[in-house]
Each structure stands twice: as structure tokens, then as C-alpha cells.
T-cell receptor
Framework: AQTVTQSQPEMSVQEAETVTLSCTYD???????LFWYKQPPSRQMILVIR??????QNATENRFSVNFQKAAKSFSLKISDSQLGDAAMYFC?????????????FGQGTRLTINP | DGGITQSPKYLFRKEGQNVTLSCEQN?????MYWYRQDPGQGLRLIYY???????QKGDIAEGYSVSREKKESFPLTVTSAQKNPTAFYLC????????????FGSGTRLTVV
């Protein structure tokens, strides 16, 4: 079974600075998808960014980018120019690429605080 | 607007009672999921369904039951067999065959009193 580990329960960063959230995963599959979700205090889950394992290029969405290291099974999220609205729980998630296997496996989450 | 509706937002249950959480989607998504969220443990999969009248157990199915009689609806029943039901429950849906994340509902907070 696949597992996802987020080793940082809490992180904090000064507004406008850059922060990196760590995620590692364990799988024997070669094709899969990885995601970062944001959960603000409203508790609504919001997709931040996704990465296909067969793509070597790291995904980027505006101020959010990932560092995907397939051999190391690492998938970190970098938030640049941090804003107060970025404060939230962040979850890393894994999904198999096997047809029909749609379920997501989540990490434990990292609570990000933005200091003004 | 299309989306997922979970109701109620807050639910209180007495010990020994069954309670049903509602999840409805109008996105025409094939698959639906129930997750439980506890502090420090992330989201854990309870049940999921990829087609009507079929569903599979997730990692923590004991004490829960589901049905999928309609494509739009995937209610979750928390039975009296669930020893620690107080938690935040999230419902989600997705289109089969498409790479993308889920669409999540806004959640139900269940408290045993």
C-alpha cells in the first residue's frame, strides 16, 4: 500500500518570504500523480498544484511550485512571496495511475502560519 | 453552479445512535468518496464508489456503512459500532478517467454527546 509522509506538523514564515513544505511517499508503482491541497480555516479543500510522475518538469502555478524528485520519492511545495491568505493546513496526496484507482492517499498535513 | 453539498454542517449524536451524513453532487461525477479527518492524522478513506450500486471499503470502514442508489448521492451512516465517531467528515467526487484532483464538499462536523 502507498503511504505519504509529511514530517513537518507546523511551519511558519514571514510575509513575502519563501517557504518549502516537505512530502515523501512510498510506492512500488512507476506511474502515479501527486497533489498538494490547501485547507484554510473554512476547512474547504482547495487543489493547489498537481504533478504527473511521468513528467520530469516540475509543476508551477503562479507563486506555487514543486520540487519532484522521483528517485528519492520526494515532492516538496515551495510558496514564494508568502501572503497572509496562504495560512492554512497543507496536505500532500498520492493517486495511482492504474485505471479505476481513483482514491487519494493523504499525508498528515502541515499547518502553515504567515507572520505579518 | 455545480458542486458538492454536504449536510448538515454540524451534527450531534448520542452514544448508541446511528446517524446519516448526506452528500449530493450535481457535477455528473462518476466516483464519490468519504474521508474522515482527525487532528494530526490527515484524511483517511472510509468508503468509495465508482459506479451506482457498487462501493468499496477504504482504510477505516469499520463502524460505517454507505449506499449508492443514485449517481448524485452517496450518504454515509455512522453506526453505533463506530467507537470514536467524533470527527470532521469530508465527501468528495471525481470523474473517472480524468487526471485531476477531487471536488470536495464543505464537510460535516460530527460530535458524540
Amino acid at each position: 500500500a502507498q503511504t505519504v509522509t509529511q514530517s513537518q506538523p507546523e511551519m511558519s514564515v514571514q510575509e513575502a518570504e519563501t517557504v518549502t513544505l516537505s512530502c515523501t511517499y512510498d510506492t512500488s508503482e512507476s506511474d502515479y500523480y501527486l497533489f498538494w491541497y490547501k485547507q484554510p480555516p473554512s476547512r474547504q479543500m482547495i487543489l493547489v498544484i498537481r504533478q504527473e510522475a511521468y513528467k520530469q518538469q516540475n509543476a508551477t502555478e503562479n507563486r506555487f511550485s514543486v520540487n519532484f524528485q522521483k528517485a528519492a520519492k520526494s515532492f516538496s511545495l515551495k510558496i514564494s512571496d508568502s501572503q497572509l491568505g496562504d495560512a492554512a493546513m497543507y496536505f500532500c496526496a498520492y493517486r495511482s495511475a492504474i485505471q479505476g484507482a481513483q482514491k487519494l492517499v493523504f499525508g498528515q498535513g502541515t499547518r502553515l502560519t504567515i507572520n505579518p | 453552479d455545480g458542486g458538492i453539498t454536504q449536510s448538515p454542517k454540524y451534527l450531534f449524536r448520542k452514544e448508541g445512535q446511528n446517524v446519516t451524513l448526506s452528500c449530493e453532487q450535481n457535477l455528473n461525477h462518476d466516483a464519490m468518496y468519504w474521508y474522515r479527518q482527525d487532528p494530526g492524522q490527515g484524511l483517511r478513506l472510509i468508503y468509495y464508489s465508482q459506479i451506482v450500486n457498487d462501493f468499496q471499503k477504504g482504510d477505516i470502514a469499520e463502524g460505517y456503512s454507505v449506499s449508492r442508489e443514485k449517481k448524485e448521492s452517496f450518504p454515509l451512516t455512522v453506526t453505533s459500532a463506530q467507537k470514536n465517531p467524533t470527527a470532521f467528515y469530508l465527501c468528495a467526487s471525481s470523474m473517472l478517467g480524468r487526471v485531476g484532483g477531487y471536488t470536495f464538499g464543505s464537510g460535516t462536523r460530527l460530535t458524540v454527546v
